[in-house]
Each structure stands twice: as structure tokens, then as C-alpha cells.
């Protein structure tokens, strides 16, 4: 008699502990990417949706290659990317990049550094090894140490190529790398020597200084309207193909109301419709290189 009322317990009541269980996991999606999306506005962004429609973002970080690649190949359902996935890489084909927000690429330095503004010309001396010691930019005379990303295909290292020298494959002048931007940052806030270029979004947590570039601050006016050279866009990434591709879309779509604006503007990021003027930039930079510099 036990067995059968065991055996009854089990084959009805199940299916109500399974249910749940199903239910919580059709309302889950998953998201990887770079850190400094996830430190502009993701977590923020996550958190209202849950509250407002019950569904989790389930967030981790892994950099904006993996937050392209694993929602290529269906690893992931959303991917957080600052940079653009690149044409002709298998890995990276077949997803759709929704620009989302604005991010500043910024130079740092240690709180103790004395030296505040850098123009662009000198950065990119830095970057090609040109100048070598900090006095050579108003500082002590000690040496410049300059921390990078490791690799070409990292979010920051990819578009600092392209915004100092419109070149993917450009060499900086340096052994000083990092797997990921995290370590690097944590490293300038200990090293009073160093030089280093991430994402405002992520170092403006940080005990680090941010230099002015040719005197202009990455202030949100000065990116929003682009005073402040260096500027990039924040995806975020979906499949097509994928089961959750309704469910990505609409978390996407969420981003770019005006409750999800709302939410990235208070985490002190630009919302990409409130930065448009940005993109007319970029266009017409893009067609005075056509036309080989002339307006």
C-alpha cells in the first residue's frame, strides 16, 4: 500500500514541481559581453526589465568577441558589444547588432599623476612608442609605462586602432597586456607610472584620474555632442535563429524607450537616439575620407 500511495504522490504531483521549474527557465535570458557595457547600463537596464515584466537577464561579462561569437552560435541569447562584429569571420556572421548606447574610450592615470590634459598628437605618440617619459607631457621625469589590451579583437583595443590611426592592425609600443580591461584599470589605480585607455563607462568607478584630451573632459554633454574626440558605439547582439529571438528583441526594444533611455541615462551613459548628431559626425568623417580629405 505504501508503494502505491508513493507512486501516486509521484505522478501527481510532479508535473507541479516540474512546471515552475520549465516556467522559470522560458523566462530567463542569457547575456555575455564586455564589462563596460555591463558596467554603462546593462545591470541597470536588467534589473527594470525583470521588475517589469518578471523575465531575468541572467549577465555575465567574457568581452565583446564572446558577447558576438557566443550569440552566433547560440550559446548565448544576447550579447553586449562595443565594437562592430567583423566582416568575413565565421565565427561572427549571422547575428544582428542593435546599437544601443554611446561609450567614451578615455585616457587614465594614477590619482598622483600631476599631469591632467593629453592631445591627440601626443597619444598617439605614446601608442606608437615616441614618447617614452612623463615629462615629455608636463609630468616627472620618470618612464611612461602604457598598459593595453592583449590581442587585436578586444572592444577597446580594436576601436582605439581604428579612432588614433584608422588602422585594425596597428602595433602599440608595448608589453605591458592585459586579458581584459578589469585587471588593467585596477592596475593604473596602483602604478603611478602608468597610461592606459578603457571605457568611461567602466573607469568612471574607479580611483583613477581621467585625462582631458585636447582639453576637452568626456563630460555626458561633451560625448553626447561630440566635442570629446574619442566616442564608440554599445550593441547589443541577437540571433535570429535562435528560440529566444522574440524574447532578445523585445529586451532590445526595451533599451530604446523611454523608460529604458530613462535607465541609461541615469547610469550616466548616452541613450544612441539622444547622441544622433554623433552619427552625423561619423558620416561625414566617412565620406571626407572618400574623398580624400576634401569637405
Known amino acids: 500500500m505504501k508503494k502505491v500511495i508513493t507512486f501516486l504522490v509521484l505522478v501527481l504531483f510532479s508535473p507541479m514541481l516540474v512546471q515552475p521549474v520549465l516556467a522559470e527557465q522560458q523566462k530567463t535570458l542569457h547575456w555575455v559581453g564586455c564589462g563596460i557595457s555591463k558596467k554603462a547600463y546593462l545591470v541597470a537596464l536588467a534589473k527594470a526589465y525583470e521588475k517589469k515584466t518578471g523575465i531575468v537577464v541572467d549577465i555575465q561579462g567574457g568581452g565583446a568577441t564572446r558577447g558576438i561569437r557566443d550569440v552566433a552560435n547560440m550559446s548565448a541569447d544576447i550579447g553586449g558589444s562595443c565594437r562592430r562584429k567583423i566582416r568575413g569571420v565565421a565565427e561572427e556572421s549571422g547575428v544582428v547588432q542593435v546599437p544601443v548606447a554611446w561609450d567614451a574610450l578615455v585616457v587614465i592615470v594614477n590619482k598622483d599623476n600631476p599631469v591632467n590634459n593629453i592631445s591627440l598628437e601626443d597619444l598617439r605618440k605614446v601608442y606608437l612608442g615616441q614618447i617614452t617619459n612623463w615629462s615629455e607631457l608636463g609630468g616627472k621625469d620618470i618612464p611612461l609605462k602604457l598598459f593595453v589590451r592583449k590581442g587585436k579583437l578586444s572592444g577597446v583595443g580594436r576601436t582605439a586602432r581604428k579612432l588614433l590611426f584608422d588602422d585594425y592592425d596597428q602595433d602599440f609600443a608595448t608589453d605591458l597586456l592585459f586579458d581584459s580591461s578589469g585587471p588593467l584599470e585596477k592596475q593604473v589605480e596602483i602604478d603611478v607610472d602608468a597610461m592606459a585607455i578603457s571605457g568611461i563607462s567602466s573607469v568612471r568607478k574607479r580611483n583613477v584620474k581621467i585625462l582631458d584630451l585636447d582639453g576637452k573632459s568626456p563630460s555626458y ?75
Open 221 to 295: 554633454e561633451n560625448i553626447q555632442t561630440g566635442k570629446y574626440l574619442l566616442y564608440r558605439t554599445l550593441y547589443l547582439v541577437y540571433n535570429e535563429n535562435s528560440e529566444q529571438a522574440e524574447m532578445s528583441r523585445d529586451f532590445i526594444k526595451f533599451a530604446g524607450t523611454s523608460e529604458g533611455r530613462d535607465v541609461i541615462r541615469a547610469s550616466g551613459t548616452v541613450p544612441y537616439l539622444e547622441g544622433l548628431n554623433l552619427l552625423r559626425v561619423k558620416l561625414n568623417e566617412s565620406r571626407s575620407a572618400r574623398d580624400g580629405g576634401i569637405n
